[in-house]
Nanobody, 121 residues
Framework: QVHLVESGGGLVQAGGSLTLSCAAS????????MGWYRQSPGKERELVAT???????NYADSVKDRFSISRINAQRTVYLQMNDLKPEDTGVYYC???????????????WGQGTLVTVSS
């Protein structure tokens, strides 16, 4: 089983920057996908950015050109660099990973506990 631990959330003024980190630990033969989702007050959880092991990325339209996702495969760590933050970026940010525990099992999803990002106007 893979466990995810996030860090880096906090309070920042609009226009500021934050970097979120997520480290995966546990048993997995591969982690094809890692990424970030967020849940803002009164809204459903939504995709922010994902990055696969091959380097392919996907971003929500609302964060393109402001956020950047990177990944160090050997360390099983994914980062989210957030620039020019806006009040609407406020929410709990969750790390997600899709992994295979062995070569025979189906892929599984796992989530971190979430880290709060608050952007003040």
């Amino acid at each position: 089983q893979v466990h995810l631990v996030e860090s880096g959330g906090g309070l920042v003024q609009a226009g500021g920057s934050l970097t979120l980190s997520c480290a995966a630990s546990g048993t997995a033969v591969s982690i094809p996908g890692m990424g970030w989702y967020r849940q803002s007050p009164g809204k459903e959880r939504e995709l922010v950015a994902t990055r696969n092991a091959g380097g392919g990325t996907n971003y929500a339209d609302s964060v393109k050109d402001r956020f950047s996702i990177s990944r160090i495969n050997a360390q099983r760590t994914v980062y989210l660099q957030m620039n020019d933050l806006k009040p609407e970026d406020t929410g709990v940010y969750y790390c997600h990973a899709y992994y295979y525990s062995d070569y025979k099992s189906s892929g599984m999803d796992t989530w971190g506990q979430g880290t709060l990002v608050t952007v003040s106007s």
